[in-house]
């Protein structure tokens, strides 16, 4: 083979097309293959009986301006960018940034909003750049590397199981749920093409969960497990329309629908599960006292309905004393039915203010309903407005995403940050399903944003990086 | 002739290649002139936009195989989406070619 030298005109052309391309780690295999293409044309003149010379020319002519051939290479392997998307992802972060440092008790918790959020916003520009091409890269070491770390979680299960210590795990086994839901996509996109490998993961799964969600255990989060379930059944239906799940759709729908039912039903059947529905749909009926969560929804409904549109609440102190100690509620509605007692309060009605009788012990997790009662219902319609158009644009560029793996990985994550951000608006206004989720961008937790910012950043490195990165496991040709 | 349809003909021209046997960039070309009885010499350097675009489509995929020469030849193959975007294609060049032969028809008529 002969090699080019690095002045010769088939060099000064390869450098003039790679020029035009901006993303520098394709140069290397366009040059390869556009050397090749030369190298092939000028041994076929040559064998015409031309001298090298002249066939180095005459295939360089050939080859057509080098300039327009990188312009239209550049274009086919352009880097995406939604400056629109990026524009409202700033401004939630920021508000999220501002919100956990006013709805704050402490000043050791302004410390730890400083804390999440600026790491947070590292990790996702850091994601955006590299973690698509890093995951494509890297994916068999960072599959072991997950694998190990769910054998930990695993393990940690069983000691606090049955070792009867909490190993600080709860946090954990929330996101190590939630992270289920990309790293199952991959593995079934992986395996799409083997049936039996399918199966495999399925009953593996299968029989790996259904212990766990029949254990009524304390690490069990169960709005983990609803939110892995309606965006594992949500990407599944999107591989199943996008032909990556290749078959009679039909027949994979249904498959899909009744894998859901299956692995929700325990939700539905489990005594904690109807609890749970129960708390989610009447939070009136299991009112017993102050600190229950569904006083929390009953309290927050009733603020809310009191809220003007156009601004924030105002109570006269003698009503937030009602508030704080339970009093509107507990002598007011239920005192024909049980005996109460009022909540200790440590503030008078001279100094109570509107911090003081929302629910305290879940602050982060009020933030939409604490910005719809400040600022009233207009403000706070618009707020949700701009959520929704961050989730409308983030799916608008998840569709765009032409790679296999690149969107099936991309629609993933969207789907357990939008589910995060339903039951979390839902709990905000009062009908809140088991534990709090958090709000993507906005009421953030030290995992939680680590967690968001980076599915966050898988979504914007894929959609960026559609048209630049080669899939690992292309389509399968019909003819080889 | 329109852009689009000039960029319509190349890669369905490609595709249909494709159909027939998995090729390298420098085989299409050839084997196109040769098809065509030379009426088609494409610039042969814009071919590859052509081949990286259909591959980022799904359109084609790509291997690389060693050539007895030692040359390292990237090689495309048509897969099943290509199959169907080359019948696409193929309704459109049709409508295209029925419509200027209806103004030639008529133009020749007069």
């Known amino acids: ?480 | 002739m329109d852009k689009r349809y000039m960029a319509l003909g190349t890669s369905m021209l490609v595709l249909k290649l494709l159909k027939q046997q998995s090729m390298y960039g420098y085989q299409i070309i050839r084997e196109l002139e040769q098809q065509s009885q030379n009426v088609f010499r494409l610039q042969e350097g814009t071919l590859y936009p052509v081949l990286h675009t259909l591959e980022q489509q799904g359109a084609v995929t790509s291997f690389q195989q060693t050539s007895e020469n030692g040359r390292l030849r990237k090689y495309y193959a048509l897969t099943t989406d290509g199959e169907k975007m080359l019948d696409e294609k193929l309704k459109e060049w049709e409508i295209y070619q029925t419509a200027i032969n209806q103004v030639i028809g008529g133009v020749l008529f007069e």
Request: positive net charge; aromatic residues 16%; glycine residues 6%.
């Open chain 1, 1 to 480: 083979m002969n090699k080019t030298s690095p002045d010769s005109q088939v060099t000064h052309f390869l450098n003039e097309v790679t020029d035009q391309i901006s993303y520098k780690p394709l140069h290397p295999s366009i040059r390869q293959e556009l050397e090749s293409h030369i190298q092939d044309r000028m041994e076929d003149y040559e064998s015409q009986g031309l001298t090298r010379e002249d066939a180095e020319r005459r295939s360089l002519k050939d080859m057509g301006d080098a300039l327009t051939i990188g312009i239209e290479l550049n274009e086919a392997h352009k880097i995406q960018k939604s400056p629109l998307l990026l524009f409202i992802t700033a401004f939630l972060l920021l508000t999220g940034f501002v919100f956990s440092s006013l709805v704050i008790w402490t000043p050791v918790q302004t410390v730890y909003a400083l804390l999440y959020y600026i790491p947070g916003v590292f990790l996702l520009v850091f994601i955006v750049l590299k973690g698509y091409p890093l995951f494509i890269r890297y994916r068999k070491k960072l599959a072991i590397f997950i694998g190990v770390l769910y054998l930990i979680q695993i393990s940690l299960f069983m000691f606090s199981l049955y070792g009867g210590r909490r190993f600080g795990i709860v946090n954990t086994s929330y996101f190590a749920t939630l992270l289920l839901v990309p790293v199952i996509t991959t593995l079934l996109y992986f395996f799409r093409h083997s049936k039996k490998k399918l199966l495999a993961i399925f009953v593996g799964c299968t029989y790996a969960w259904l212990p766990f969600m029949y254990t009524d255990s304390w690490f069990i989060w169960e709005i983990a497990i609803i939110i892995f379930l309606l965006s594992i059944f949500g990407t599944v239906c999107f591989m199943i329309h996008r032909e990556i799940m290749k078959g009679r759709k039909k027949y994979l729908y249904s498959a899909a629908l009744g894998l859901l039912l299956f692995l929700g039903s325990p939700l539905l059947l489990s005594d904690s599960g109807k609890r749970t529905v129960e708390n989610f749909l009447f939070p009136q009926n299991s009112v017993n006292r102050t600190l229950d969560d569904t006083y929390n929804a009953i309290l927050i409904q009733e603020l809310l309905s009191r809220t003007p549109f156009n601004q924030g609440l105002t109570l006269a102190p003698e009503e937030m004393m009602d508030y704080g100690t339970g009093a509107w509620y507990f002598t007011r509605i239920t005192s024909k039915k049980r005996g109460y007692d009022p909540k200790s309060v440590n503030y008078k009605v001279e100094d109570v203010t509107l911090w003081d009788i929302l629910p305290q012990h879940y602050y982060n997790n009020y933030i939409i309903s604490v910005f719809i009662l400040m600022y009233g219902w207009i403000a706070g319609m618009l707020l949700i407005g701009v959520i929704v158009a961050f989730f409308f644009l983030l799916f608008t560029i998840i569709g765009r995403i032409h790679g296999h793996l690149a969107s099936s990985l991309a629609f993933a994550c969207g789907q357990c940050l939008l589910w995060q951000t339903v039951f979390y608006l839902l709990g905000n206004f009062g009908y809140q399903y088991s534990q709090f989720p958090n709000l993507p961008l906005i009421s953030e937790g030290k995992l939680s944003i680590i967690f968001n910012m980076l599915l966050l950043g898988l979504i914007f490195s894929a959609y960026r990086f559609d048209h630049v990165i080669e899939e690992p496991v292309s389509y399968k040709p019909i003819i080889s």
